[in-house]
């Protein structure tokens, strides 16, 4: 592992046991995060993106199980820590934040004394110095853009807007100085104007922390000025990656055309707004034995249906689609 790579998931699958049955849900995932990179995870609602997010800091659901792969972060494999190793980790070397701010703050304890707990747990040499630990938080605060950092450091978690709460989570998920911080959907509750400020904190942390982050998103749009690279993901399994704004301007898989076709400013103007058909299957209705996407793809043939996709590397692209050859009727179907 090239000593830039922050990231490293390699052919991860990770599967339920629902009635006694195995039931695949995320399917053969691989993707990397350089060092101070912005890698975006995109795909609609239940494509198994939060399922991987939450395997990276060991918070998979319960009755989930890893069937395959490792997930390497600085080149050790996470799926083998300890809990003690999780619980030195988690929040120090890397962190997460979520949609629900207010689900990961405790109501009942105020802001400056949330992240004073978040410092000591990991470092508790500051537990003596009371001025320096102040400080720090207020610089953090400060840093994610909170004016008067004085009054939110004396808050509840309820006396802040839903962007000063998410806000709160970035100081307390960078506190620790983490090399990596996964983001899943840490902009989608919020209106417009602040997701703009919030991706711009996350976009100041990753240029003078030379933080990497995994931002992940059902919005391609979002994503779009955000990232460097960008990972597209359907039902349970990527789909294609590459540099974020030659994916973007030049989509090669159905899937990822389809998706960007549904974003408005992307439609061309006067043309009504294009976008696929039918929906993620559950994870019951899903076969795993050809193409994910097979279902909702316009140009898909027999092979699509019965032989497993091979990684394909293809114009600076990696992609899984049978029918790359026929880039140029992709092309017609989606493009007129
Ligand atoms: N605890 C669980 N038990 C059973 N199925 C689950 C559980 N958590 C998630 N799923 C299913 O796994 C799939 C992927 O979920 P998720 O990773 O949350 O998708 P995304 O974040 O891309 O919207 C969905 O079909 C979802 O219903
Ligand atoms: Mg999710």
Partial sequence: MSKDLILEINNFSLSFIINKQEI????????????????????????????????????????SFV??????????????????????????DFSIIF?????????LVKIG??????????????????????QMIIDMLISVQLKDPELIYNSYPHQLSGGMRQRVLIALALINNPCLLVADEATTALDVSVQKQVLNILSTMNKDRNLSILFISHDLGIVKNFCDRIYVMYAGAI???????????????PYTKGLISSIPSFSKRGSTLSTIKGNVPTLLKRTNTGCPFVERCLISKKICLSEKVPQQNYNNRSLYCHLIDLEKSIKEKYDE
Avoid at 114 to 130: L, P, S, W
């Fill in 67 to 92: 069937v395959q792969g490792e997930i390497k972060i600085h080149d050790e494999n996470v799926l083998k820590f300890t809990s003690k190793q999780w619980n030195e980790r988690r929040g120090n």
């Fill in 24 to 63: 695949n849900a995320v399917n053969d995932v691989s993707l990397k995060v350089e060092k101070g990179e912005i890698v975006g995870l995109v795909g609609e609602s239940g494509c198994g993106k939060s399922l991987t997010a939450l395997s990276i800091v060991n918070l998979a659901p319960q009755n």
């Fill in 113 to 134: 004394n949330q992240i004073k707990q978040t410092i000591v747990i990991h470092n508790k040499e500051f537990k003596k110095d009371k001025i320096k630990l102040k």
């Fill in 239 to 253: 789909v294609e990656s590459g540099k974020a704004n030659d994916l973007i301007e030049n989509p090669i898989h």
């Fill in 99 to 107: 949609q629900e701010p207010m689900t990961a703050l405790d109501p």
